[in-house]
């Protein structure tokens, strides 16, 4: 059984910071393919950005310049580090490792004044 732990999410204000781990402890995690997604209120769970087992990283026109994703393998934990966030990126936020496709629980990030 693998589980992934995230953590990080919470009430940040329109142009704050914010970052996001997702904890696996139990598996190798170097070997596995790291997908942030969220979903917001009333809307399809989205990608927002992803990095590789290598190191590649990506991130979708939506949050481009904004969002980055990276990884620990040290630590087996991955982040996505959110700068200048908008109330558009109000979601719950859920980390995906591949191959396998395990979810993590998720974690809530509220834009707001």
């Known amino acids: 059984q693998v589980q992934l732990v995230e953590s990080g999410g919470g009430l940040v204000q329109p142009g704050g910071s914010m970052r996001l781990s997702c904890d696996a402890p139990s598996i190798r995690f170097g070997s596995y393919n790291v997908a942030w997604h969220r979903q917001a209120p009333g809307k399809q769970r989205e990608l927002v950005a992803a990095?590789?087992?290598?190191?590649?990283?990506m991130t979708v026109a939506t949050v481009k310049g904004r969002f980055t994703a990276s990884r620990d393998n040290a630590k087996n934990t991955a982040y996505l580090q959110m700068n200048s966030l908008k109330p558009e990126d109000t979601a719950v936020y859920y980390c995906?490792?591949?191959?396998?496709?395990?979810w993590g629980q998720g974690t809530q990030v509220t834009v707001s004044s």
């Open positions: 995906n490792l591949s191959p396998g496709n395990y």
């Open positions: 990095i590789s087992s290598g190191g590649t990283a």
